[in-house]
């Protein structure tokens, strides 16, 4: 399964022309008026991972397979879509099957493009967007407090528990913050609460849509201290219409037109690290001379979970895993050569997998 990215924000900041250019396709349009998105464009697209091109080479691999993030392109929120506003509760019921949250911020004047509230203010912007998920999860969990309180009467311990959960999550929105500001780290709580699948209790990440001009000197504190955004917040900068001019570039014109504008990196890069950050991700690797392949695993995740992504079987026979950082077997040329200088490692189940491990699992069936 890929990972599923929700864009959302008001209209015309840009979403659709960002989905259609980290997608390379027109599949969602993009027109200056609201909501011109109305049911939610899905595309999927490869993770860029020099990794996996450099293990290819030194493998001579027949095949790469990278992994992949699932972009939603979603309607324009506007304010009131809690209560039916614009084209409320459709949307944001597609906004609930994403695993964390892309909002799209626009930071630059264009008289040529319209704004729901004629200029576009990124504090206002993101408070009217914020506002709106934590209503409407408050009517959610309101509802679910109901049923939790109504389940008590019989004496069920669970419901006790629930009730008492979803509680601190309604005071918390009262307080306008979000579902995902209370932490919680029983697995059964854990649990209340995905199952309630609230909005705010997703990962949210700031995409900043600026102007092409303004995509190198992005300065993400200034930005932050501009919106009173959380220090841990995450926010990285992007430009819909240089990605879009991207489309259909070949890489060598794709560097030239960046190094043109003063970026090492087009968007795309950094929105996806900081998804992987903002969801606790890191990427694992496998290579052979028949494949070289990227695994998407939690942060913490031991070796035999990390098995188990590959296949059930790796992870219930589990045996020992021969570990290697990327870096170390690109120094050293092969893998018998990494294992003549001690660079191979074999790791047991208490093994926690590092980001670019490379990893062959030994196991029993």
């Known amino acids: 399964m890929a990972l599923k990215i929700g864009i959302v924000g008001l209209p015309n900041v840009g979403k659709s022309t960002l989905f259609n250019a980290l997608t390379k396709s027109h599949a969602a349009q993009a027109a200056n008026y609201p909501f011109c998105t109305i049911d939610p464009n899905i595309g999927i697209v490869e993770v860029p991972d020099e990794r996996i091109a450099q293990l290819s080479k030194l493998y001579i691999s027949q095949k790469i397979i990278p992994t992949a993030i699932e972009f939603v392109d979603i309607a324009g929120l506007v304010a009131g ?19 964390a949250i892309a ?33 409407a999860d408050l009517s959610a969990v309101e509802k679910h407090l109901g049923n939790a309180e109504k389940q008590t009467k019989s004496g069920d311990k669970k419901a006790l528990r629930a009730v008492e959960i979803i509680k601190q999550i309604k005071e918390a929105l009262e307080n306008e913050k979000p579902a995902i500001s209370i932490e919680i780290t029983d697995p059964d709580e854990k649990k209340i609460v995905s199952d309630m699948q609230l909005l705010t209790s997703k990962p949210m990440i700031y995409a900043v849509n600026v102007a092409e001009k303004d995509l190198a000197s992005f300065d993400v504190e200034a930005f932050r201290k501009k919106t009173n955004l959380a220090q841990e917040a995450n926010i990285v900068g992007v430009s819909a219409q240089i990605e879009s ?15 043109d504008l003063g970026l090492q990196e087009s968007s795309m890069k950094p929105l996806i690290r900081e998804a992987y950050k903002a969801l606790g991700l890191i990427t694992f690797l496998t290579a052979g001379v028949k494949e070289v392949r990227a695994w998407t695993i939690n942060i913490g995740d031991k070796a035999p979970q990390a098995a188990g992504k ?4 790796f992870e219930k026979g589990f045996i020992r895993a021969e570990i290697i950082p990327w870096q170390k077997l690109v120094e050293a040329g092969s893998e018998a050569a990494a294992r003549e200088k001690g ?23």
């Open 81 to 99: 879509a809690s209560k039916g506003e614009g084209l409320g509760n459709k949307f944001l019921a597609h906004i609930r099957e994403v695993d």
């Open 103 to 135: 909002h799209v911020v626009r930071d630059f004047v264009n008289p040529d493009i319209q704004h729901v509230n004629a200029t576009p203010d990124p504090a206002s912007d993101i408070e009217t967007i914020e506002t709106e998920l934590i209503l």
């Open 245 to 259: 001019e991207l489309v259909g570039l070949s890489e060598e014109e794709t560097e030239i037109f960046l190094t």
């Open 310 to 313: 590959i296949h059930t079987d």
């Open 343 to 365: 660079w191979l490692r074999s790791e047991g189940k208490e093994y926690v997998m590092q980001d670019g491990d490379v990893c062959e699992f030994r196991f029993n069936v």
